[in-house]
Each structure stands twice: as C-alpha cells, then as structure tokens.
Nanobody
C-alpha cells in the first residue's frame, strides 16, 4: 500500500524556518519525481517545488525561490522541504506528492502529474 506521510509543520514567527519531511512507503519512490504543494482554505492547491528522481532537475514556484529548498534522500525514501525566511502568506497546509505513473507529458508543476498524495501538514507563520 502506497503511503506518503508529511511531518514537520507547526507555528513559527515571520522570518523563521521549518523543515518539512515526507516519508514514503509501499512504492519505488526513489525512481520517480516528487513534489510539494500547498493549499489555503478557499483557494486552489498550488505548486511549491518538485524534484526529479535523482535530483538532477529541481523546480520552484517564483514565490519561494531563494527561500525554500527541496531535497531527497532516496535510501530513506524521504523528501524534504527546507523553508527559510517564512512569511505570513506562506501559511497553508503543505502536501507532498509522488508521480509513480511517470506521466512525463505533464509538467512537474501540474498537480495532475501526481497520483499519490500525503494527508498534509499545517504550517502557520505569525506576523
């Protein structure tokens, strides 16, 4: 059974940092792209960052460039999102996602690319 479990969310003051983790199990995650998305109540889920299976290519949304870093540890089947210089507008539920179907005709920024999702972890940034 494929499972993605996020952790590391919490409450932090503006300017602070958090590191999110996504532990994957039940599938060959080390061979497939992974991504992070976020969602605020009442708004659509939006792309944050993505990484190819070997880390060769990494993509970020413009609003996190220079502040967030995505990485992965394949032997541990874990993907990370290091978030620095957090802003109140970064407050959201953060989801990790895996593309195990390898839908290469879709962009890694497109949530339709991903077929497995975690339950999400809440990040709250206070001003």
């Amino acid at each position: 059974q494929v499972q993605l479990v996020e952790s590391g969310g919490g409450v932090v003051q503006a300017g602070g940092s958090l590191r999110l983790s996504c532990a994957a199990s039940g599938g060959p995650f080390s061979r497939y792209p992974m991504g992070w998305f976020r969602q605020v109540p009442g708004k659509e889920r939006e792309f944050v960052a993505a990484i190819t299976w070997n880390g060769d290519s990494i993509y970020y949304a413009d609003f996190v460039k220079g502040r967030f870093t995505i990485s992965r540890d394949n032997p541990k089947n874990t993907v990370y999102l290091q978030m620095n210089s957090l802003k109140p507008e970064d407050t959201a539920v953060y989801f990790c996602a895996a593309d195990l179907s390898h839908r290469m005709f879709l962009s890694l920024q497109d949530q339709s690319r991903y077929d497995y999702w975690g339950q999400g972890t809440q990040v709250t940034v206070s001003s």
